[in-house]
């Protein structure tokens, strides 16, 4: 029996190797169709076992089992695509160091994440989750934490799609790179895909390089092709400089919703500054007073502030050989040496910017 056989064949030749094969006669037409699933079946199994298994009984299995063998096949595909694309699992948890009251977090919670965990809910009222939205705003002012907070308040993949993993062939590549991972990533199920640095690869067309130009164009026809696909997968961009986004990917009908992450209240920086402070070995700490010290600090900035202090606090323990507790003193004597994010100028801007893009 000839092992290497194609994957596709004549309608007549399909039935009747299959007949010969397994003794199941199976229309013509039908046969073509399953033939390169047999295929698939045969090497599948193959893999499972670590030893080559013949056509013969990959073929019966699969008439046997023809729907779970299928359903085999997909999921074994999706594990090879999810390890190639650098697929994460985010805890839960990291949905609630967001605080209640921060804008962003009230908006993703009714636009996405309760459509989408009440989907028989949002059926009969006909409403429609989001498939592809846009967080804009200053550096550091905690898109990618919000991006990685959705995928584990949903219990989906995370996978981060960084320009440079477009550009790894060169620039004249980029537009098929983006093409080929966008058509992998419509594959997956319960996926949140994550571009950060929007603009690098979707920036306006209007002085744009003809490189440049095609990958903008190209990721205009990609977004309609993953907003059509059935399955539950979510595209969060993200950018610092909506501005310089082409305009025609900022229209109704390409992103569902257009949400701005700035600076946080005094609530927020409370619920950030508590979550990294049980982290540390503390002793009296007066939060109120250093919630009034951080008004310009994104949440990237009060990441920053306490990895110092934690390794001030380490050094110091480490010299006095005395345990070293983290007060208010210990906090205020670092916080001088953080330049914070935000500027009037940059909030400014900000505001702006809200008021002119935001759609949600």
């Known amino acids: 029996m000839n092992e290497d056989l194609p994957n596709t064949i ?5 039935a009747s190797k299959i007949f010969e094969i397994s003794g199941t006669r199976i229309d013509s037409d039908i046969a073509a169709e399953l033939w390169p699933r047999i295929l698939q079946h045969k090497w599948l199994m193959s893999e499972k076992l670590s030893r080559d ?7 019966i299995d699969f008439l046997e089992n023809m729907e779970q063998a299928r359903e085999e096949y997909l999921a074994y595909q999706q594990r090879d695509i999810l390890n190639e694309m650098g697929a994460q699992t985010i805890s839960q948890k990291l949905w609630d160091t967001i605080s209640d009251s921060q804008p962003p977090k009230q908006i993703v919670q009714k636009r996405i994440i309760l459509p989408l965990t009440r989907q028989n809910l949002s059926k009969k009222h006909g409403v429609v989750p989001p498939k592809a939205i846009i967080f804009f705003g200053p550096p550091g002012t905690g898109k990618t934490h919000f991006a990685k907070a959705i995928a584990g308040a949903l219990s989906w993949w995370f996978i981060e799609i960084a320009p440079s993993m477009l550009m790894v062939d060169g620039t004249e590549k980029v537009g098929a790179n983006l093409r080929t991972i966008m058509e992998k990533s419509r594959t997956l199920k ?12 979707a920036g306006s067309r ?13 990721f205009l026809k990609q977004v309609p092709l993953f907003k059509n696909q059935a399955n539950n997968i979510l595209l969060i961009c993200a950018t610092n400089y909506i501005r310089q986004l082409d305009t025609a990917l900022l229209r109704p009908g390409r992103f569902d919703c257009i949400i701005p992450v700035g600076a946080l209240t005094e609530d927020e920086r409370s619920s950030i500054l508590e979550h990294y402070l049980s982290k540390l070995n503390t002793g009296e700490v007066d939060l109120n007073r250093i919630i009034k010290m951080t008004s310009r600090f994104t949440p990237a900035d009060i990441e920053y502030l306490f990895q110092q202090v934690a390794q001030f606090a380490f050094e110091n323990e480490h010299v006095t050989q005395q345990d070293y507790r983290v007060t208010t003193d210990t906090i205020f004597e670092i916080i001088p040496k953080i330049r914070a994010s935000l500027t009037d100028e940059v909030s400014v801007e900000f505001e702006k910017d809200s008021i002119a893009y935001s759609r949600f």
């Open 10 to 14: 004549s309608s007549e030749f399909s």
């Open 53 to 59: 298994v013949g056509l013969r009984v990959a073929c």
């Open 190 to 201: 319960e996926a949140v895909i994550f571009i950060d640095e929007f603009e690098e690869i």
């Open 206 to 218: 209007d002085e744009a390089s003809r490189v440049d130009k095609s990958i903008t164009n190209e």
